[in-house]
């Protein structure tokens, strides 16, 4: 198993390579309610509903990253069941980053520690440019961009993804999402995907 992660507060995702061929995803999104696992043995997406914050005002920041962290390590620990972990990224922190850039770092380190602390994986940190140029080809590509590079690239991937039908919970009534490549978080997804490549590259020894 090969994992890449691309992680923010907003809309963290993980993606899985395994050495059956399979691709599995898992992501925590504000923009989706449901709780929805789909896909099949060769394809597979878990995205979870993000409204920690909502659901429970009154928590700190802490508790809030510990819960990602938590749901993260959780699923990265059934993964192993089927597969040890042979290689794993994250994508760095941005130079460019604006706003709450301290609490993305907390976030971000108490994923890093919670998952060695319980799985024993480190994972090898990769610039953005650098994950951008090995999935692209141009080192300051953007979300759209790096969706044009899966689609044509890893079309089996996009197709998957973009086929979906997106949905969320209104009302106790299901509806249906719109999102369209270059959106949360499907784009997340994508970056995470791209991550795990690019693990996989470094392991082939060929960066």
Not at 78 to 106: M, N
Not at 119 to 140: D, W, Y
Not at 149 to 171: F, P, Q, S
Request: charged content about 25%.
């Amino acid at each position: 198993m090969i994992l890449g992660i691309d992680y923010s507060i907003s809309s963290p995702a993980l993606c899985g390579l395994f050495e059956d061929g399979s691709v599995r995803f898992s992501c925590l999104t504000e923009k989706i309610d449901s709780n929805v696992l789909w896909g099949d043995e060769t394809f597979s997406v878990e995205y979870v509903s993000n409204k920690f914050k909502k659901l429970h005002p009154d928590r700190t920041d802490t508790e809030r990253f510990d819960y990602a962290a938590a749901f993260f390590t959780d699923t990265i620990k059934g993964w192993l069941i089927d597969e040890q972990c042979a290689a794993a990224v994250i994508e760095d922190y941005s130079y460019g980053s604006k706003g709450r850039v301290f609490h993305i770092a907390e976030a971000t380190g108490a994923l890093k520690n919670k998952v060695w602390r319980k799985t024993g994986i480190l994972f090898t940190v990769a610039a953005p440019s650098e994950l951008k140029k090995f999935f692209h080809g141009k080192g300051n590509a953007d979300k759209r961009q790096m969706w044009d590079a899966c689609y044509t690239r890893h079309r089996k991937v996009a197709d998957a993804l973009i086929g979906h039908t997106w949905v969320k919970t209104v009302r106790k009534k299901q509806m249906k999402v719109d999102i369209l490549p270059g959106d949360s978080p499907m784009a997340d997804m994508v970056d995470a995907y791209a991550a795990a490549q690019y693990a996989g590259y470094l392991l082939r020894g060929e960066g």
